[in-house]
Structure formats: structure tokens, C-alpha cells
């Protein structure tokens, strides 16, 4: 079995809504963990550029030679980038990541995150199944990264109460 993961720079309200659902769905038998959370921008250019510009093993076939489209989301446009975001992944029987599952699953696992007060991207016209953020009232992503480059990190995570 694989050891679980360490996550850091994400906020810590959302951390614990994140371990809070990773708990919940353990008990109710789903396999799962918390696969990733923070992302720098150079990482999530990388995640951006995969099935676009850089070939994805994953999904790859002859009519689609670039495989799929790992996220909608530049550097800068997403959740992780802030520490608001993370990635919750089912497992297999031997306890590696697999995101190979059914909308149903996918969605139980979502249920379990909204009662712990995250947003799921499962929800989204885009599914990204395994996504779960909160967001600060009234900030864009646009004013998030504005607040990290003038005051810090620290300034933008007192945002979220």
C-alpha cells in the first residue's frame, strides 16, 4: 500500500475540509486520498500544456495523438495556485492512484466534499472529478495573484474566514 501523501501550502481551513471528506469517505467504504493541493505556476503550465502542446499518455489514441486534456487551467487560473484547492483521488485494490471510476462514484465522493463546505469540479461543465476548493468572498483570481505579488501569501489567506 502506498503511503499517503504529503500536502502542503494549502490554507488550512481547507485542509481540514479536505482531510474532513478523505475521512468521511473512508468510512463509507470509498478508497481514496488526498493526491495533491498547492500548485506553483510553473507546475500548472506543465498540467496545462499536457494533451495541448505536450503528448498525455493518458487517453492517447489514433484519432486523438496529443491524449487528453489534463486541466482547462493556465498558471495563475486555478484554485491550487492559491493553496485553496486539492485534488482528492479513489484508489485501487493495491493502493495506487487511479481516476478510472464512474460518474456515480465520482459523484458520492462529491456529495461527501459539499457537506464539508468545498465546491466540487464535478459540478462544473468541464468535470474535474477529483477537484475540491473554497474561495475567498469576493476575490478573483485576477486579485489573488495581485494580493500575493503586493502583500504575500498570508495577506490573501486571511481572506478566507
Do not use: C
Amino acid at each position: 500500500m502506498n503511503a499517503e501523501k504529503i500536502i502542503t501550502g494549502v490554507h488550512p481551513k481547507v485542509l481540514d475540509a479536505l482531510n474532513a471528506t478523505v475521512t468521511e469517505a473512508k468510512a463509507r467504504k470509498l478508497s481514496v486520498g488526498l493526491f495533491s493541493g498547492f500548485r506553483a505556476p510553473e507546475e500548472q503550465a506543465k498540467l496545462y500544456a499536457l494533451g495541448r502542446t505536450v503528448a498525455n499518455p493518458d487517453g492517447k489514441i489514433e484519432s486523438k495523438p496529443m491524449g487528453n486534456i489534463v486541466t482547462k487551467s493556465e498558471p495563475w487560473k486555478s484554485w491550487h495556485n492559491f493553496g485553496f484547492a486539492g485534488d482528492i483521488v479513489f484508489k485501487d485494490a493495491h493502493g495506487n492512484w487511479t481516476w478510472n471510476k464512474t460518474p456515480k462514484q465520482w459523484e458520492e465522493l462529491g456529495v461527501i466534499g459539499e457537506i464539508f463546505g468545498l465546491e466540487w469540479g464535478g459540478r462544473w461543465e468541464f468535470k474535474d472529478w477529483p477537484h475540491f476548493q473554497m474561495r475567498p468572498p469576493g476575490v478573483t483570481k485576477d486579485e489573488a495573484r495581485q494580493i500575493i505579488q503586493g502583500q504575500g501569501m498570508e495577506a490573501l489567506w486571511k481572506k478566507l474566514t
